[in-house]
């Protein structure tokens, strides 16, 4: 399984990407605004220089008309850049139109697996299921990847990547994993909680004692 940094912040991006980890990155309107006042378009084309990969740049617009026309806008900043769409009707047709012209898409914001065929069905690039907000409904988010996973698994016509989202701690990371993903997107703490352990912590000290300890 992939990972994705789920961010628009630079410096996480750098830091992130210095350890060789990461395959893509994928933004929205909620962090890009959160940089306050950077400039949407040189941030992607920053984050193209950092990271080789998919980097996801989310439309506005609510009609296929305007997800259309923005997603081809974007889509010539990088070749890397995939146009995220939200899961519905329009969604979908502007999916279908871009698919055409070789635009790879993001469908975002699923929340159930018909939403997920019918992505894959239009031509999405990778669909997005929100785990952690599937779990904040009291219903089994990884539950949810499962079942896109098994419904693509029997189709061999069906090439969308299942791209976890909405990850909030590592365990969401693994479960991820085994329930079939090829990507989780994460925010950066959620990574650096990843490779942090008590038990390494304790080791590292126990080393380093016994280093200074020797005769």
């Known amino acids: 399984m992939q990972l994705y940094l789920d961010t628009a912040n630079l410096n996480e991006i750098r830091e992130a990407a210095s350890w060789g980890i990461l395959s ?3 933004t929205n ?17 920053e984050i193209a220089t950092l990271v080789d990969g998919p980097i996801s740049a989310e439309t506005i617009a609510l009609d296929a008309e305007g997800m259309l026309r923005e997603g081809l806008e974007y889509a010539a900043w990088h070749p890397n850049v995939i146009i995220k769409v939200p899961s519905t009707t329009e969604g979908l047709k502007a999916v279908y139109q871009l ?48 079942e896109i996973a098994t419904i693509y698994k029997q189709d061999a ?12 701690h590592p365990r969401h990371i693994v479960d991820s994993a085994l329930a079939g993903a090829d990507i989780a997107t994460c925010p950066f703490k959620v990574l650096q909680q990843a490779m942090r352990h008590p038990l390494t912590d304790r ?12 005769a």
């Open 203 to 214: 080791g590292i000290e126990q080393f380093i004692a016994d280093w200074k300890a020797r």
């Open 24 to 26: 893509g990155v994928t």
């Open 99 to 146: 698919a055409k012209k070789g635009i790879r898409t993001n469908v975002t914001l699923c929340f159930n697996a018909a939403q997920a065929l019918m992505a894959a069905r239009a031509g999405a690039f990778v669909v997005s299921p929100f785990v952690g907000r599937v779990d904040d409904t009291g219903v089994d988010g990884i539950q949810l990847i499962r």
């Open 29 to 45: 309107p909620t962090l890009i605004a959160r940089e306050q006042g950077v400039d949407f378009k040189a941030t992607i084309s």
């Open 157 to 168: 016509a069906i090439s969308t990547k299942i791209l976890s989202a909405s990850i909030r």
